[in-house]
């Protein structure tokens, strides 16, 4: 298995333009997580999916950021407008949420390294 | 809002020692985990301890659980220069949403 893949890796903007960030999660796997990891915040959960449905997006900073997930193997972020602040590592994570066995373990893909100017 | 910080925020040590990392929680868990990163990479799971369960061994890995003190501890023995990595808890807040703390930076010195 290739694991979670993400991309970019690495994604360089001005501020103003739009973003997306994608993520293809294990197969198999029916939720679908992301994080963003800064200095100052360390690691935040965005939003969450389970069965391609978003579960809890109260982590979403501002309007400005959506997340879709139209099938079980695909999902993105999008940032529009994107802001300076928005800089940070973007992480997608996937796991099996099965019954009686939910919060197993996180597989994390390598993250995309958004900077904006 | 994070459940809990990991303790210390930063370890260095020399090779061949052991190295504890503690975490602490403030609401009921079914389990706790604890992952690894290194730099510039994504999180790595090491271990799941379920609300259970006291001790779990996971080869140099020791996690232990104290549901009374709401605290989860990490141990590393004979520690390697690779191990170099930050070590990060998490837990659970709400149904299925897992939550990390800041992370202790460990640093094994040769």
């Known amino acids: 298995d290739a694991g979670v893949i993400q991309s970019p890796r690495h994604e360089v903007t001005e501020m103003g333009q739009e973003v997306t960030l994608r993520c293809k999660p294990i197969s198999g796997h029916n939720s679908l997580f992301w994080y963003r990891q800064t200095m100052m915040r360390g690691l935040e959960l965005l939003i969450y999916?389970?069965?391609?449905?978003?579960?809890?997006d109260s982590g979403m900073p501002e309007d400005r950021f959506s997340a879709k997930m139209p099938n079980a193997s695909f999902s993105t972020l999008k940032i529009q407008p994107s802001e300076p602040r928005d800089s940070a590592v973007y992480f997608c994570?996937?796991?099996?949420?099965?019954?009686?066995?939910?919060?197993?373990?996180?597989?994390f893909g390598s993250g995309t390294q958004l900077s904006v100017l | 809002s994070q459940q809990g910080e990991e303790d210390p925020q930063a370890l260095s040590i020399q090779e061949g020692e052991n190295a504890t990392m503690n975490c602490s929680y403030k609401t009921s868990i079914n389990n706790l985990q604890w992952y690894r990163q290194n730099s510039g990479r994504g999180l790595v799971h090491l271990i799941l301890?379920?609300?259970?369960?006291r001790e779990k061994h996971s080869g140099r890995l020791r996690v232990t659980l104290d549901t009374s003190k709401k605290s989860s501890s990490l141990l590393i023995t004979a520690s390697r220069a690779a191990d170099t990595a930050s070590y990060f808890c998490a837990k659970i807040q709400g149904a299925q949403k897992l939550v990390f703390g800041q992370g202790t930076r460990l640093t094994i010195n040769p």
């Open positions: 994570a996937s796991s099996f949420q099965g019954r009686g066995r939910t919060n197993e373990k996180l597989f």
């Open positions: 301890i379920r609300s259970n369960e």
């Open positions: 999916f389970n069965n391609n449905v978003p579960i809890d």
